[in-house]
């Protein structure tokens, strides 16, 4: 059965190098993306179709050189791809990460029928919550066609997300929802023309530990509690029909 995306987010790293009071995903982890994650993912899954691929963390710049890996890989197995969304800190270049965006940037342009100059967003985080991005970096990115301008906001209470540091620290005013991450039934449907059958997944998260879950804006502790399954293990096609790999109950918090 071969996949459609609407969106994939591929979290490249569980490091970072801030401590940000807000976050959801909680402490940073020592776990990055790796090559064998990555290739499990694309070997052993047909992956027909990517509507938005979002880069996550973490902090991406830390490891820019598995999207660079990831951006090779679709290539090489000529898998399209509409647009990408990437958000960072910036306190750190990366010359990979960006090697790897442009090359993404080319190829969704040779694929895509309407020539536009961008097809991707690099955003730059700047709240009340991250320390001031690095002048020096954004000098670096400023002229990237798909480099977002920076601009600095004040993130509203309302809109912190309810787990990680932002519980620890008290400042979200939401209540946890898991409704998102087990009820994974609602993100897919089969579909099947003359030629192939379709699994249409519209969103899902492919962690760095290689676990698959249903809803990314979570901590890492609640994602590895309530994957689906592990692209060392098992195929997206196996987690999502035949079941996730143990029982997702919502009695955790
Ligand atoms: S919000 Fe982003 S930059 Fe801040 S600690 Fe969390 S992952 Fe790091």
Known sequence: MKLYYHRLQIELTRRCNQEC????RGDAQDIDLTKEVVDCFFQNNTINHIGTLLFSGGEPTLNGQMLEYVVDSLI???IPVEMFILGINGLSYNKDMVNGLNKLQDYIQAISNHKRRSTGLLIVSQD???KEANPEVLKQLQN???FVPVEKTITPQSHLLPYGRAVQNKLSIQEPNLEDLTNYQKN?????DQESKYLILAYQYLAANGNVINDGNQSYDLMDQYALGNVKRQTVEEMYLQGPVRKLTKNVL
């Open 21 to 24: 009071a807000h976050c959801c």
């Open 76 to 78: 090489t197995k000529n």
């Open 128 to 130: 009340q919550f991250h």
């Open 144 to 146: 990237l066609p798909y």
């Open 188 to 192: 897919y449907k089969v579909k099947e």
